[in-house]
């Protein structure tokens, strides 16, 4: 009898750890930065702190932009939303988050915060999964997050009596958060809400790291969807 249970604890360990070992080498497949980045931004020249890519304006406005990656999406396909937001006037971090999973590093925006004092006011928020680790951050953040955004995301609770700001960038041809997820996740939002559409923008072009599985075709280029983010960004955080 002892004999079959060492059994059946050996094979119920052995199960999870070609679970584990799988998820890892699933995880090492990531999309990284496109050509297109390459040619925009001089990743040889970013910054990096102890978190990950670090962009420091030349006229600081006092507030910062913390971007969460999205799953399995290397944090330099973000480069050119956080050298364009940058000019605006913020500092912005996009940490490394671990396997690219930001679920995996849910409170890396508490170290960032607190690596860059010098920052009054933070706005936290990230791409598909990573809009969705960022709302579990808000839950219980850092009393100088002032807001919470989504590209091609949505909360993962309910904010509706929040007093967050919250920000909502989707893709009118997201094939994998689409329009109608996002209208049913408005009654998630805080009061203080504002929704942008990018009419022909889609998923994967919230980053630069070419086409992902599952999205739709966009009728935009990708630079086109990247300056009208950091527009609805920058316009958002200016009024809060």
Do not use: C
């Not at 999870?16 to 930065?33: E, K, N, S, T």
């Not at 680790?133 to 590209?151: I, N, R």
């Not at 920000?167 to 997201?174: C, K, N, V, W």
Request: proline share 4%.
């Amino acid at each position: 009898m002892k004999k079959w249970l060492f059994r059946i604890v050996m094979s119920v360990l052995a199960l999870l750890v070609m679970i584990v070992v799988g998820f890892i080498i699933y995880a090492q497949f990531d999309y990284g930065p496109s050509a297109l980045l390459t040619e925009k931004v001089d990743l040889a020249a970013i910054e990096e702190d102890g978190e990950g890519l670090i962009f420091q304006p030349e006229s600081p406005t006092g507030k910062g932009i913390i971007l969460y990656q999205g799953a399995k999406v290397e944090k330099e396909a973000y480069a050119y939303l956080g050298q364009s937001l940058s000019q605006q006037g913020f500092v912005v971090s996009i940490p490394q988050l671990p396997l690219n999973f930001g679920i995996f590093g849910v409170d890396t925006a508490d170290k960032v915060i607190e690596e860059h004092s010098e920052v009054e006011e933070w706005f936290v928020g990230g791409h598909s999964l990573g809009g969705v680790a960022a709302s579990f951050y808000a839950e219980d953040p850092s009393k100088k997050l002032k807001g919470l955004y989504f590209l091609g995301s949505y909360p993962a609770s309910d904010f509706s009596k929040s007093d967050l700001a919250m920000l909502s960038i989707y893709g009118e041809l997201d094939g994998l958060s689409k329009v109608q997820d996002i209208e049913d996740s408005k009654q998630l939002f805080a009061e203080d809400r504002s929704f942008v559409e990018i009419q022909g923008g889609n998923h994967a072009q919230f980053g630069l790291y070419g086409e992902q599985k599952g999205d739709n075709p966009a009728d935009i280029t990708p630079i086109e969807q990247q300056d009208q983010v950091v527009e609805a960004i920058t316009t958002w955080i200016n009024k809060n």
